[in-house]
DNA sequence: CTGAAAGCGCTTACAG
DNA sequence: CTGAAAGCGCTTACAG
C-alpha cells in the first residue's frame, strides 16, 4: 500500500509536510498544498489510522454506550449523534450493553476506553461511585444522556422527568381518573436507570397533589420493554378491582399494556385510559397518548456538546459549562387511549 | 500511562515476552506468564490499541454498515452481530447510512475502511459494479446480509424473499381475495436494497399462479417505513376501487397502511385485510398478521461467518464455503389484520 | 513556510 | 522458551 513517503517522493517535498498539507494545517503553502493533494491522489493516498493515531495521540473516535440498541430512544439517539460524528470526521465506536450488567462493567472498566477513543457519550447507563472514578480517571471529555449520576465536567443532555410524569399523571386525573395505575422498569435490575425512579416520583406527586394517596398494589415493576408491559398489566389484573387507567413509564411499556388489555377483553379507552412516555413511532399507529420527547435532539445536541470543544469551536453560553445539565422540552400528545373515567 | 516496558521490568523479563504473555501465546512458560499477569495487573497496564494495530497489523475492528440503525430489522441485525463481535473481543465500529447515498459511497469509498477494520458487514447495502471493485480490493474478509448483489468471496446471509412474498400473497389469495394491492420500497431511491424487487416478484408470481394479473393500478411505491405504507395506502384509496387486501412489503409499510386505513374509516380485516414481512417486535400488538423472518438469527449467523476464519476456527461445512448463500426460513405467522375476504 | 530527526508503543522475525 | 533489534507509518517539536 502507498505510504506518506511516496506522496512526498512523488510532490517532491517532505514526508512532514505532506502530513501538514493534507490535514489542512494553515502553515502550507497554497502551492505546496495542491502539488501534494494531487500527488496523494494520484497514488490513492490513505493515512494509516493507526500509525497517525500512534504518533498524534488522537484517535478520531467517540465510544458510545447504550443500553439496548433495539428500543426505539436508544436507536434515535445513536442515528442522530452518529450524524453529527461522522459530518465531524469521527467514527462512532458503538457499545450495546443489551440488558446485561456484565457488559456494562466490561465497557466502563478503566482499562478498556482508554487509547480508544477520544470522547465517550454514554446513553442512560447507571453509574456506580467506583465507575464515576474510573470515568474521571480516564481524563476523556464524555457527555451524559438520561443520566441521573453525572460525571465531574461532563454536561448531561435530559428530560425532566419527574414533570414529565407529573403531566402524564395529571391528565388521567383531569379526565377524571382516580384509580391510577403505574407501571416501570424493575429497580433492581443493575441496568435500569434514573427515569425509571424519577417518572415513578413524578406520578406519585401529581397524586398527592390531587389529594391522593399513591397505592402499592396499583404499582407494578417490570422490564422496560413491551413484554414488561403485558406482564406488569397482567399482574395488575390479577390483582382485581383494576385500575380506569395506567401510566407506562415508557410507551414501549404503554404497548404491552394495550395488549394485555385487548387479551383480557377490556377495551381501551372506554374501560381503561393508558399513557406512556416518548412518541414512540409507532405510538400514532397505535393511537397512544403519550408525553412526547425530543429523542434525536438529545443525540443531536449531546454530539455537539461533545465534539464542538473538541474541534476547537465555542459552544453557545448557555449550554457551555460542562457539568451543566440540557434539559429539552417535553409535551402532552393526546391521542386515542385516554377518555374520561366512566361515572359509576 | 505505564507501557509495555514498565510492565516488562517489573517483571524481569524483555518487553518481546510480555507481549506474548499478554496474548497469551502458546510460547511463554506458565511461571514466566504468571509472573507477567501480576506485573500487569498491579501496575493497570492496558496496551496501547494503536501501537498494537501498526505493529500487529490487526484492528481488532469490524464495521458494520445498515441503511438506518432505528428500523426494527436493522436494530435487532446489530444487536445480535454486536453481541457476537464483543464476546470475540472485536469492536463494532457502526455506519449508518440514514438514508442518505452520499453516506454510502463516503463509507464504500475504497480508502475509508483500508486499515481502519479487519473485516466488514455489510447489511441491506446495495452495491454497484464499482463498489464491489473497490470492496474486493481492499483484500478484507467480508459477510453480507440481505444483499442482492454479492461481493467475490464473501458469504450472504439472507432469507428467500421471493418464496416470503410469494406465501404472504398467496395467504391472501386463499382468503378469497383477488383485488391484492401490493406497497412496497421506492426502487429510484438509490438506497432501496433487493428485497424491494424479490419482494414484488414474489408477490406476482403468486397471483399468476393464481390465474391473476398484476395490476399496475394496485402497485404503489413508497419509502420503507411506516410513513411510506401511510402515504402509499392513502394513494391506493385514492386511486378509487380500492383494493380488498394489501401485502406490505414490510411491517413498518404495513403499520403505516393500518394507519391510513384507520383514517379513511376502513376497518381492519372486515373491510381490507393486510398481511406484511418482517414479524416486528410491535406487530403482536398491533395482531397484524406477517411472514416472520430470523433477525437476530442471521446478524449472529452473518458474524460467525465472518469471524470464524479470523479467529481460526472451522466453520460448519455447509457453510464454510464463501460466497455462499446461507438462506435462513420464513413462517407465516397469522393474526388479526387477516380474514376471508367478502362474497359480494 | 519547510525539513531532519526523534519518537509514539507496540509486534515480529531472527537468533539462540 | 526468551531477548535484542528492527520496523510498523505516521506526527511533533525544533531549527531554520
Known amino acids: 500500500m502507498t505510504k506518506i513517503d511516496d506522496v512526498a517522493r512523488l510532490a517532491g517535498v517532505s514526508p512532514a509536510t505532506v502530513s501538514r498539507a493534507l490535514r489542512g494545517l494553515p502553515t502550507v503553502s497554497a502551492a505546496t ?3 501534494v493533494l494531487a500527488a496523494a491522489e494520484q497514488l490513492q493516498y490513505a ?3 493507526s500509525a497517525s493515531r500512534l504518533a498524534g495521540g488522537r ?3 467517540v465510544a458510545v454506550v447504550v443500553p439496548r440498541i433495539t428500543r426505539w430512544f436508544f436507536g434515535v439517539v445513536v ?4 450524524d453529527f460524528f461522522h459530518r465531524a470526521g469521527y467514527d462512532l465506536l ?3 450493553l443489551g440488558g446485561r450488567e456484565q457488559n456494562r462493567q466490561r465497557v466502563l472498566h478503566a482499562t478498556h476506553l482508554h487509547k480508544r477513543v477520544d470522547a465517550i457519550m454514554l446513553v442512560a ?9 474510573a470515568l474521571a480517571a480516564l481524563d476523556l471529555p464524555g457527555v451524559t444522556i438520561s443520566s441521573g449520576t453525572t460525571v465531574p465536567g461532563w454536561p448531561c443532555v435530559r428530560i425532566d422527568d419527574v414533570a414529565a410524569a407529573r403531566t402524564a399523571t395529571r391528565h388521567l386525573l383531569d379526565l377524571g381518573h382516580r384509580r391510577i395505575a403505574h407501571i416501570s422498569g424493575d429497580p433492581d435490575d443493575e441496568l435500569a436507570f434514573s427515569a425509571h425512579l424519577d417518572r415513578r416520583r413524578g406520578h406519585q406527586e401529581a397524586l398527592r397533589a390531587a389529594g391522593l394517596q399513591p397505592d402499592p398494589s396499583l404499582d407494578v415493576e417490570s422490564s422496560f420493554d413491551i413484554a414488561g408491559g403485558t406482564r406488569a398489566t397482567e399482574e395488575l389484573l390479577r390483582r382485581g378491582d383494576p385500575p380506569t387507567a395506567i401510566f407506562a413509564a415508557c410507551d414501549e411499556m404503554a404497548m404491552g399494556a394495550l395488549t394485555a388489555l385487548r387479551d383480557a ?6 374501560d381503561v385510559s393508558v399513557i406512556g412516555i416518548d412518541d414512540h413511532a409507532l405510538s400514532g399507529v397505535l393511537g397512544l397518548s403519550t408525553i412526547a420527547q ?5 443525540g443531536r445536541l449531546a454530539a455537539q456538546l461533545l465534539l464542538d470543544p473538541l474541534c476547537g469551536r465555542a459552544l453557545d453560553a448557555d449550554v457551555s459549562k460542562p457539568d451543566a445539565s440540557v434539559i429539552l422540552d417535553t409535551r402532552l400528545v393526546v391521542r386515542d387511549s385516554t377518555a374520561p373515567a366512566r361515572a359509576n
Open 33 to 35: 498544498r495542491s502539488r
Open 47 to 49: 493515512v494509516s489510522p
Open 59 to 61: 484517535t478520531g473516535t
Open 79 to 82: 442515528e442522530a449523534a452518529e
Open 94 to 96: 458503538l457499545h450495546n
Open 125 to 133: 447507563t447507571p453509574l456506580r461511585a467506583t465507575d464515576v472514578t
Open 265 to 270: 377483553g377490556l377495551r381501551v379507552p372506554q
Open 294 to 298: 425530543p429523542a434525536a435532539e438529545q
